[in-house]
């Protein structure tokens, strides 16, 4: 993968400040703010940058033995344990918590569906009563 230097520098600091592409890009570029959100909303788009992105998040999600059945799993424990312990604190930040590490392991991304919607309507006027009006 050929990336710029800058490029790189920018994912590493993206992939490394929580997914912040705002800051990473002003941290990189040295530009300010306004500047910054556009042009880091373009840069997520090329496609070398998002392949980076993802490959490193893949590493780091393999490296760490986390997947979306890891999350599930903990997701219906930290529900168990909510109903059945009074005394269980906090769980509102155990929740963020895994939200957080599922986002930045880029293992919340929505699956791709396809419906098929049919619709059967009946006329509100036959070609007789139209004539009439």
Known sequence: MNLSAKHKA???EYLSNGLNATQAYKSVYGVGDKVAEAAASR?????KVKDYVQQEQ?????????????LIKEYLELINSAKSDNDFIDRGNWNKSLAQLSKLLGLDAPVKQQTEITIS???LFTDDEEDQV
């Not at 840069?43 to 496609?47: D, F």
């Open 10 to 12: 920018f994912c590493d």
């Open 43 to 47: 840069l997520l788009l090329n496609v």
């Open 58 to 70: 893949n590493k780091t999600s393999e490296k760490l033995e986390i997947t979306r059945e890891f």
């Open 121 to 123: 309507e009946q006329p």
